[in-house]
């Protein structure tokens, strides 16, 4: 039975990780769902035990979960690794890897010059040079191909070639630290020292974790004479921190040279780790990222001495336009078969403290238009939440007017519109369109929109113009049913389990959303994208990805002691991060090359 009482670890909410737009933080989404959790701090009064929760869901089949999947061809390969990585030498030797990357600064910066010019740059070149002595094993084997310099793309040769090949990706620049945050840091930000319970470093967690996460668990197999069958190509861009239009925005259209659309069996990037949601311990492969938009309205409106002012200036007008939008702001609906509904499945199958009657509506809903709406009423109280499922818009800059005297000519905004898996840019911006629309009558206006004239032609007051110069759709949404998202899941599982001693198997996934990612360049490769960096976040924090402190711990204490499923808490107190996170992609790795995909 459990205990309905659990104090949920209040998220830490980074300073915002990319002020450039498109682009948004990842970060920002897992503070989200953290922040959505507290929402559902349950209330004592329930006491209703899971199994009674079942019979009253008649979604049985919701968020069904795949075993831990444990190597088989290569089974005996995966004991010894697996012992290996549980010994004190080869936990030494993780160490000492991951301080000595983190140790080479390869900072990001918004802006940046051409490479070759701007010396910024250089760190890349160190950092590759580290790479090429620190793995000469696998730099003898795998075949390296460099992709506008610093963008590295390596090619594990399968012995089968009419398997299709598998893509890990990784980024190793990392986000600057700050002049004035130096001295906030407990160790300094470029140490990578070990104080016997974590490594200190920017990029200790996002993302040289992974990048040298990967290349250990490929050094380590090549040591053990593994060949793989299935092609195993690693990219790892240099600039994701400012877009990745460099590093990824490069390599992606490299590897659809060679390989062609829809040619790679699965593709696995950073993202989001494990972490405990309602009770539970749920790890979140993103699985969908919303789209992104960013509509500019301009009014202009004739000018003149503001002593004989029209009834309306551009700014009077734009004022109008916008209190429209913002009265007609787009609505939250849930709905049955998003990638936020299954993910709503998952934490009530799952989450042991989700109060019962959401869980009952969740689950029901489906099949009861009345109980997605119970459902929906519950989940979008949190704002949090709604912006998950929603298309949402942000006015976010507004100029006009240069002078007090004198009758402005132009005023423009920008709205800034994060879309829903489930809508479309075109959606969006008809929506504004019509908007506008409403109101061209009233003020006499012409209005333009994305480059047609959507008024009569004729003479009118003024004119407003929409634009749209840059946008994203949302991503494909990748299915959970498919083979690629079990061997995924399965792994995640398995490499829980083996670093909690066998005791860790409880970890359930469930796909998630995330934000934009390096992963956007490669949509045309595989239908199976999955933003996932297998990261224990079971502290509640975000160990200080994007901001000061930025640290892998090797020893991470649970702070919930009481309510939440605490025999599987119990089982966390001690894991050695990083060196489970090799063991993820060992385990990733043996499982692709096994299933069939
Ligand atoms: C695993 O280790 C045992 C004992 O050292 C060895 O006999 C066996 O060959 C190893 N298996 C593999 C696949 O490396
Ligand atoms: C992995 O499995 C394959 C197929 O069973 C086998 O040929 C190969 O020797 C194994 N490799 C290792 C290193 O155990
Ligand atoms: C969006 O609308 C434009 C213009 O109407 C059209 O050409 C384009 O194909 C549409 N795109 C999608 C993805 O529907
Ligand atoms: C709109 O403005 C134009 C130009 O000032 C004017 O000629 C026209 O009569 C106006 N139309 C209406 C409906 O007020
Ligand atoms: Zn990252």
Redesign the pocket.
Known sequence: MTKLKAELPGPIVPRSRRPKWPLVSAITFFATWSAWLCLFAPSPSLPLSERRIRQHSADSEMCVQTSPLIPQK?G??W??LTTLHATDDFLARAISQLSVAVQIPTETFDAMGPIGEDARWQSRGSFVDHLEKSFQLLHSTLALEKVNTYGLLYTWQGSDSTLKPILLMGHYDVVPVASSSVDQWTHPPYSGHFDGEAIWGRGSLDDKAGVIGMMMAIEVLLE??FTPSRTIILSFGFDEEAGGYQGAGHLAPALLDRFGPNSLAMIVDEGHGYSERYGSVFAVPGIAEKGSVNVEIEVQTPGGHSSVPPEHTSIGILAAIIVHLESHAPKSTLQIDTPVFEMAQCFAAHGSTMPPAIKRSIGRARGSIKDLKAAEEHLVQDRMFRALVETTQAVDIISGGVKSNALPEQAQTVVNHRIATQSSVNATLSRDTKLVMDLARKFNLSVTAYGELLTPPGSTYGSVALRAPQSLDPAPVSPISAPPFRVLAGSIRTARNTAAGGRGGGVRCAGALTALLDTRFYWPLSAHIFRYGHRNLLDGTLGGIHTVNERMSQVRFLPFSSGADSELMRADVRADAFVEIITYFTALILNADEAEL
């Open positions: 290569n005996s390969l004991n010894n053990h004479k």
